[in-house]
Every structure is written in structure tokens, then in C-alpha cells.
């Protein structure tokens, strides 16, 4: 089971440059997440999607967008990317089973590190 | 937003228990608890959660106090690879936030 895969790994841009983070999970979750974590801090909440079609903004999500693709597909775009939005992006999913039940494991993809210069 | 409130940082010596605080006064009644914690240059893993009572399992224990403002993960024996960012967590529907989380160091 590969689990969470993102692409690509790395990734430096010139401020103003556009690009799309892949994330594909295989666990059939139907809730996926992106957040950054930038240097010496804790993991922001950008987008997340509870289901296929569905997406909510989370902490941060100026300057980005997303699009749930597919069940096992949820991407996101950099528009017009800006040196604030250097970081590590990391993917993850989980099986959300709706109302008061949050109780499941989120597994996370191993990153994706996005320098824009 | 449920927040969590912990500790920067903690330091413990190798083989010995460790206490993880965690305050969330905000918590309601249907938030879980949950801790990940996050090794150098990996993304957070699954460590525990619970919902009223502790809980335990092979890698560490949870304690829920009765009001549940606040729970405290327990490393019974913690090793050197215990040594990373612990982040305590509330979910809310589908919504996990993440905090700073506490550093943990474990001095041989």
C-alpha cells in the first residue's frame, strides 16, 4: 500500500509562477487535508474536502485553491506564487464517518518542499 | 476554533516516563482528542486519541480528566527515537487544526 502520495517533492519557483500539488491516497478515504508547515513551526490547515466534491477553507487558505478530482485525488494550485508561500506542504486523509464521529487516524503523505524565490 | 494549549518544549532522560500536558478549556462535547507526533523531516504519524475515557495502547497511554479541559499523553519508557514535536488536537467534525506542539528531547 503506497497510502498517501504526493508530487513532486521539490519544487523551487520564481515569485509569481504557477503550480499544482498532487496528492492521491489509496485508502479509500472519503476526508482529505492540506497544510504547510513552515520552518520551526507547527502544521497550518490550508483546504480540506470531507468528500468528493466538497471543499471548506481551513487557517490559511489565501492565495491558494484546491479541487477534489476524485475520490482518491485532491490537488492544490498556487496561483501566482510569493516568497510567503516557501514551505513544506503535506497532504493527508482520512476516513471521516460524518456528524460526532472525528475519531479516526489521519495519515499524512511524506511532504512536498516548495521554495519560491 | 477548539484550540489546544502545550508546553514549547520538554526535555526527558532515556528510559524514563514522560508527562505530555495538554489544556483545551474550549473543548465541547463531541471533540475528540487526538496526539500525533512528528520526527525530524517526516510527516506527523498517529500516536493516540480518545473521547472521555484513557486510553492505551502499544505506543503510549492518554489521560482524560473528568471535566475534560485537559489530557496529558504519557511515554512510559521514552527511547531516543521518542524524540519529536508532540501536537494535541481537537477534531471538530472534519476539521483538524494543528498547534505549535511541544518539542520533545530525550537525553541519553
Known amino acids: 500500500n503506497a497510502g498517501v502520495t504526493q508530487t513532486p517533492k521539490f519544487q523551487v519557483l520564481k515569485t509569481g509562477q504557477s503550480m499544482t500539488l498532487q496528492c492521491a491516497q489509496d485508502m479509500n478515504h472519503n476526508s482529505m487535508y492540506w497544510y504547510r508547515q513552515d520552518p520551526g513551526m507547527g502544521l497550518r490547515l490550508i483546504y480540506y474536502s470531507a468528500s468528493e466534491g466538497t471543499t471548506d477553507k481551513g487557517e490559511v487558505p489565501n492565495g491558494y485553491n484546491v479541487s477534489r478530482l476524485n475520490k482518491r485525488e485532491f490537488s492544490l494550485r498556487l496561483e501566482s506564487a510569493a516568497p510567503s508561500q516557501t514551505s513544506v506542504y503535506f497532504c493527508a486523509s482520512t476516513w471521516f464517518l460524518g456528524g460526532e464521529e472525528t475519531g479516526n487516524t489521519i495519515y499524512f503523505g511524506e511532504g512536498s518542499w516548495l521554495t519560491v524565490v | 476554533d477548539a484550540k489546544t494549549t502545550q508546553p514549547n518544549s520538554m526535555e526527558s532522560n532515556e528510559e524514563e516516563p514522560v508527562h505530555l500536558p495538554c489544556n483545551h478549556s474550549t473543548i465541547s462535547g463531541t471533540d475528540y482528542i487526538h496526539w500525533y507526533r512528528q520526527l525530524p523531516s517526516q510527516g506527523p504519524e498517529y500516536v493516540i486519541h480518545?473521547?472521555?475515557s484513557n486510553v492505551n495502547n502499544r505506543m503510549a497511554s492518554l489521560a482524560i480528566a473528568e471535566d475534560r479541559k485537559s489530557s496529558t499523553l504519557i511515554l512510559h519508557r521514552a527511547t531516543l527515537r521518542d524524540a519529536a514535536v508532540y501536537y494535541c488536537?481537537?477534531?471538530?467534525?472534519?476539521?483538524?487544526?494543528f498547534g505549535a506542539g511541544t518539542r520533545l528531547t530525550v537525553k541519553p
Open positions: 488536537i481537537l477534531s471538530r467534525n472534519n476539521d483538524m487544526r
Open positions: 480518545g473521547l472521555t
